[in-house]
């Protein structure tokens, strides 16, 4: 099993329609992240949690919400999707000695 | 704030060696990431330097500078599987909160 698990891997929803992302994790980590990557953008951090009690806003956080359910889960909102919320997603958890992604979730809101 | 630059594109052949540049201006910097990315899937974990100097990893090595600002990572006797996206990413932390602030990658395509 994979140490970092994304659902859905793929997505395609309508544009005002609210959809959630989920990411679990093995790994026993504290620390857990949503990116999103758009082509030729890199990776931008949408919302950080350092543990159950704390979340806090990155760079692109305007239109996404998270819930950080207990330790191992993280999940990521759309509370009403938009056309340029189109990309892929990452969730991924850290450690002193690093960073683990999961596979990621391609999204389409059309 | 954190601003990390890195190459776009490179082209390089099978067989020979090529250096990825990174510069980057991270407040409390804690170190430097590099990721390998193929297209539509996950980062994978390359190398971690924090302190100045080389670290060789099989035909991967990454190099930094930090009064420079600097890194870059070199791959040797390249293959046509080393063809993806090379992420940089700078670990800066303000308080007691370390996060990882990526460039836009630097897309690697080997020809024969």
């Known amino acids: 099993d994979a140490d970092v698990t994304q659902t859905p891997r793929n997505r395609i929803t309508k544009t005002g329609k609210r959809i959630m992302l989920e990411c679990s994790q093995t790994?026993?980590?504290?620390?857990m992240y949503w990116y999103r990557q758009d082509p030729g953008l890199g990776l931008q951090l949408i919302y950080y949690?350092?543990?159950?009690?704390?979340?806090n806003k990155g760079e692109i956080s305007d239109g996404y919400s998270v819930s950080r359910q207990a330790q191992a889960k993280f999940s990521l909102s759309l509370e009403s999707a938009i056309p340029n919320q189109t990309a892929l997603y990452f969730c991924?958890?850290?450690?002193?000695?690093?960073?683990?992604f999961g596979s990621g979730t391609r999204l389409t809101v059309v | 704030g954190q601003n990390i630059d890195q190459p776009t594109e490179m082209t390089a052949t099978e067989g020979a060696i090529v250096q990825i540049n990174c510069t980057y201006q991270?407040?409390?910097?804690?170190?430097l990431f590099w990721y390998q990315q193929h297209a539509g899937e996950a980062p994978t974990f390359l190398s971690y330097?924090?302190?100045?100097g080389l670290e060789e990893k099989g035909r991967f090595s990454s190099f930094l500078s930090r009064s420079k600002g600097y890194s870059y990572l070199l791959l040797k006797e390249l293959q046509m599987k080393d063809s993806a996206s090379y992420l940089c990413?700078?670990?800066?932390?303000?308080?007691?909160?370390?996060?990882?602030?990526f460039g836009t990658g630097t897309r690697l395509q080997v020809t024969l």
């Open positions: 790994k026993g980590h504290d620390r």
């Open positions: 991924a958890t850290s450690d002193e000695r690093g960073y683990t």
């Open positions: 991270t407040s409390g910097f804690n170190g």
């Open positions: 330097n924090v302190l100045d």
């Open positions: 990413a700078s670990v800066g932390i303000t308080g007691t909160a370390s996060k990882l602030t």
């Open positions: 949690s350092f543990d159950v009690k704390d979340i």
